[in-house]
Each structure stands twice: as C-alpha cells, then as structure tokens.
C-alpha cells in the first residue's frame, strides 16, 4: 500500500483540466473508458477514498509541485507613485496646475514698467504656492488611499486565513484552510459550502449546487456519482451533501482559468492555442498548416496524388477557415475581457468621488469657464482701451515700445483666470475628508477610499450578519423534553429509559453532519470548540454533558452504511436519515422546525 501511495503520480496535470471541462454524460463515460471509476482515479492520484492523504510533509510537498497550489494570486497592489497619479486626475488639480504654469512663466518675462520692485521680484510666489497646495492635495490623498489599501488587504488575508473546508486526512476527518487543499484530498461539502477546489463525486446525498456565478444558470444543477460528478470551484452547495476527490486547484481550477485571463491574458503568452484535428488526431496550431499541409509538398506530388490531395486540401482548408473562426472569436472575446477589465480598473471621471466632491468638481468646472470667459473679455477691452486711447485720441504711432503695453494686458487677463480658480477648495475638502477617514476609523468603520467616506458618514442603517458579530457563535441545549418531563437542566442518564436514551443517541449522532463536531479547547480555561453547524454542535455537546461518546456512534454507522440521507435545505426545514435495522426493515431519524416535524 505504501508502495502505491508513494509511487509517481499516473495523472497530468492537463489531463485533469482536460477532464473537468467535462460535464453531465460526456464526463461520465470519459471517466468510465479513461479511468474505469472514481475509485481508479484515486489510486492514480495516490489517495484513499476512505482514508484520504496521510498529511505527511514530504507528500504535500510533492503534490504542490507536481499540480500547483490552491492560491489564486492576487492583483499586484497599486504603488504610491500610481496613486498619485490617479490623484493628480481631478478636474480642478488640472485646472490649477495649468494656471499655476501660466503665472509662473508670465512671471519671468521682463517687463519695462515695474511698480513696487519688491512686489514685481516676487511675483513667481503666487505660482509656486499654488503648486506647493497641489503637491499636498496629491500626497495626502495618494497617502490615504494607500494606507487604507494595506488594510484592506491584511483585512482580506484574515478572512481568507478563516476559510476552511473539511477533508480527510489519514482517516479523520479535519478542518484545513483552503489554501492547504492540495489534489488528491478527499473533501467534505456540506449545505451552504463555497467549493474551493474542482472535484469528482465519490459519494453525495440530495447534492444540488449553485453554479450561476461560472454559467449564469440561476437554477440549482443535481450532482451524483451518475448524473453530473463534476463540482467547480466558486460555486456554492444550496442542499445536500458530498464527498470528492480534488483534481484541480488555483490557477488550474476553472475559477482559476478565468481569473487568469482576465489577469494575465496568459493565451497570448503561452504562443497559439492548440486544437485537435479529426484526421490523424494531432494537435496543429490555430491558424497554421499542420503536417502533410505545405503547398510545396502538394505541388510535388502525381496528378493522381494532387487530385487526391486537393480533396484534401480543400477539407483541411475549411477545417484551417474554421480554425481561423474560432481563432477570431477568442480574440474577440479577449479583446473584451480586456476591455471590461480596464473599464474595471480605470473608472470614469464621475466615478471615485463622493457627492460632494462630484457637486465641487462641477462648481470648479463652471468657474473655470466664468473664468476664462472673464479673462478674455478683460484682455480684450484692455486691449482695445489702449488702442483707442493711444491711436485714436492722442494720435500716436505704432512702436515696439507697445508691445509691452499688450503684454500686461495679456497678463492681467491671466491673473484674473488665476485668481478665479479656487485652489484652496480641493486642498480643503481633501483635509477634512482624511480627518473624517481617521475619527471613522476610530469607530470600528474602516473606510478604503476618501470618496467613500462621506458616503459610509451618511449611513442610517447597518446590515450586518448576526452569527459571530453580535454573538458568540455558539449554541447550547437549554431545555429538553422527555417522556412527558420537561428538563430545564441536563437530565440524567438514570432518569431516561434506556431503550429511549439509545433511540436519543442515535439520532442525534447520526442524523448531523459528520462535519460537526465538538473539539477540545485551545487553552485551559476556554470552552470546547464548536466545529461545522452549530446547532448540530449544540445536541453532540448535549450527548456530551450527559457523558456519552457520539463518536463510537460514528464509528459504527459511517455513511456508507445508510440507505439515504435528506439533507435540510430551506424549504423542506428538516433533516432525515434512514438506515437498516438488525432484523430487518428500516428506520428513519429526523429533526427540524418543531411545527413542521410536529405536522408529520
């Protein structure tokens, strides 16, 4: 057994990507004529179905190698220097950077009047001030926004860290972080599971999954070992319950598939896609000739070889048309991908802004052109003022001399476009927006970007999930009712006939989730962890405090030896499972809302 486990693995990686492409019967008969049954895929993966992976170091090691890990990597976060240039985009930043350049370039020309030299010596002043307002505008903006998105991303990795799934390792049944999942695993999925990996069925009881979030399909789709055995990764269990052998994780998975186009766009650089041709069954490259397809080779041949070769040719040509389609239609569908994702990345001018600052943008664009129109008219009536002035009253002739004249001019049209645009406005809101991020954050309200806080200030009301925010997440069996007594406390062991307890213990050991368990504490001092559904924890923690073991229960009953389980879903609001009696027939436990167990 050692031997075998320890052996080379006898399946690619291409070929269980390959395989989970699959779907329905077309996977069914690929895993029965390639594999003969799941059970053989376990072996060429070197796992157990009923044991799983031994978890030992060198094994893990080797699967991570071999097929990859279950990491998707992330997008590379944005540096300072791009956020300051999305910063550095606001409409009224642009403004003043060009009236700041105009004033400081204005203030260099020499002029032949000068009034006030101290004045006239310092008017580069006004240029670099607007500029130094600028700068701080874009570096406490770029500042905020960067340390907030280091937050977020350590937020991110705490809940990824909290994401766990339930396998099989070495015979017992544990609880791993998703990104410890590794092909091979035997994995546990459960109502109201995220499926981590791609997976075939082993086994599953009443197994609808969610799988609009890769298809768009809105209706749950029946898994089974017979009808459809492939689970996907990203899609969400909506009832029942299962057990599968993980072949695909992270960038091989199909989640992963996606997320790497939309990412990386690898197709372009992994060189043309390849395909499979009917004739011979090789694989050509799109969009090129494959073997025995060179115009040269069919010049050469016979008459009777080239009337041959033209059927041929002719086929092949229509097969290399269609290849060609297809190579249009995914570079169409990567060019949208593309598109949708810079779209994504690169919002528009409306977007990443508050209301207020959308309403001071819209104010500083009016003023803007208030300001222009302004500018020009008082260059232009100063300008005509001194024409009429000097040639037409005094009768003056026209000398360089002038030009000086028409240059203040100019300049104190510019002045008025600068004195216009409101440079401390954008520097002011940015401010106090920081400062309202900092008291938010104070309140346990952790806001990512600036133009989001005056958004998340004017919130009124605050869904939030109740289980581990607001309680403990845990539950207790307070109250229990037996043989017309009611317990308000843990009842005795004596105090219960035994044909009654044994019913009980069977029951509450059976008919849950074999994922649900109650472990030790972490720390002297601390409660037992509850593991998987806690009201499920809540009676196996009851069987406990009555100093019983649900798991030699467990032992005795695995699930192979039921004849079916109901899982509880969100209508039928019960659980049922039935298994064979000694003496023949069968029995049903089952639990659930009172009224509806009560109306059975």
């Known amino acids: 057994m050692d031997d075998e486990i320890d052996g080379p693995f006898k399946a690619t990686v291409e070929e269980l990507r390959e395989l989970m492409e699959l779907r329905r019967g077309e996977a069914i008969t690929e895993i029965k004529n390639r594999y003969g049954d799941v059970q053989e895929l376990c072996s060429r993966l070197k796992t157990s179905p009923t044991q799983g992976l031994r978890g030992l170091a060198a094994d893990m090691t080797r699967r991570v190698t071999t097929y990859g890990k279950n990491i998707i990597p992330p997008k590379p976060p944005k540096t300072f220097l791009r956020l300051m ?55 406490v903006t770029a500042f905020n926004d960067y340390s907030k998105e280091r937050q977020f991303r350590g937020l991110k990795d705490k809940l990824d860290q909290e994401h766990k ?239 000086s004249d028409f240059v203040d001019s100019f300049i104190l049209g510019v002045t008025v476009l600068v004195v216009a645009v409101p440079e401390g406005l954008p520097l002011a809101v940015t401010i106090s927006l920081a400062y309202s991020v900092k008291k938010m954050m104070y309140d346990n309200n952790l806001v990512r970007h600036l133009d989001a806080c005056e958004t998340m200030g004017n919130a009124t009301a605050i869904c939030s999930d109740k289980t581990g925010t607001l309680t403990t997440n845990r539950m207790t069996v307070v109250q229990s009712y037996f043989c017309n007594k009611l317990h308000k406390e843990v009842p005795d062991r004596e105090s219960i006939p035994e044909t009654v307890y044994n019913s009980i213990l069977q029951s509450i050991s059976i008919n849950s989730g074999y994922t649900s368990k109650i472990m030790p504490p972490e720390s002297e001092g601390q ?49 049922s499972t039935v298994i064979p009696l000694e003496t023949g027939g069968y029995r049903l436990y089952t639990k659930g809302a009172s009224e509806v167990i009560m109306r059975k």
């Open 527 to 575: 409660l037992p962890r509850q593991v998987g559904n806690k009201t499920e924890c809540a009676l196996l923690g009851f069987i406990l405090a009555m100093e019983d073991d649900y798991q030699m229960v467990r032992d005795q009953w695995p699930p192979e030896r039921f004849i079916h389980m109901y899982t509880f879903n969100s209508s039928r609001k019960s659980m």
């Open 85 to 139: 240039w999305e910063a550095i985009q606001d409409v009224t930043l642009i403004m003043l950077i060009i009236a700041a350049l105009i004033s400081l370039g204005l203030s260099f020309i020499p002029k032949q009047h000068k009034e006030g030299g101290a004045e006239s010596e310092a008017e580069w002043f006004e240029g670099v001030a607007i500029l130094v307002a600028i700068l701080i505008v874009v570096l």
């Open 165 to 403: 799934m339930s396998v099989i390792r070495a015979g017992e049944i544990v609880q791993i972080i998703v990104a410890d999942i590794v092909v091979g695993d035997i994995a546990i999925c459960k109502y109201g599971d995220l499926l981590p990996a791609d997976g075939v069925i082993i086994h599953s009881n009443d197994l609808k999954i969610d799988e609009s979030s890769l298809t768009g399909e809105s209706d749950s789709i029946k898994k089974g070992v017979d009808t459809d055995p492939m689970l996907l990764s990203g899609t969400h269990v909506m009832e029942g319950s299962g057990k599968f052998v993980v072949t695909a994780v992270g960038l091989h998975s199909q989640t992963g598939q996606i997320f790497s186009l939309l990412l990386g766009g690898d197709k372009k650089k992994s060189g043309p896609a390849k395909v499979k041709v009917e004739d011979g069954n090789e694989e050509a490259a799109v969009g090129t000739y494959s073997k025995g397809k060179q115009p040269d080779d069919v010049e050469s041949q016979t008459k009777a070889e080239n009337s041959e070769n033209n059927e041929n040719a002719v086929r092949e040509n229509s097969d290399n048309n269609k290849l060609h389609e297809t190579e249009a239609r995914n570079g169409k569908q990567e060019e949208e991908l593309e598109k949708l994702l810079q779209d994504r990345d690169e919002p528009g001018e409306s977007e990443g802004k508050s209301v207020l600052q959308a309403k001071l943008t819209k104010l500083a664009i009016q003023i803007g052109y208030v300001g222009c129109t302004v500018a020009v008219l008082t260059t232009i009536i100063l300008i005509v003022r001194l024409c009429i002035v000097e040639f037409g009253i005094e009768k003056n002739e026209w000398s360089t001399d002038y030009i």
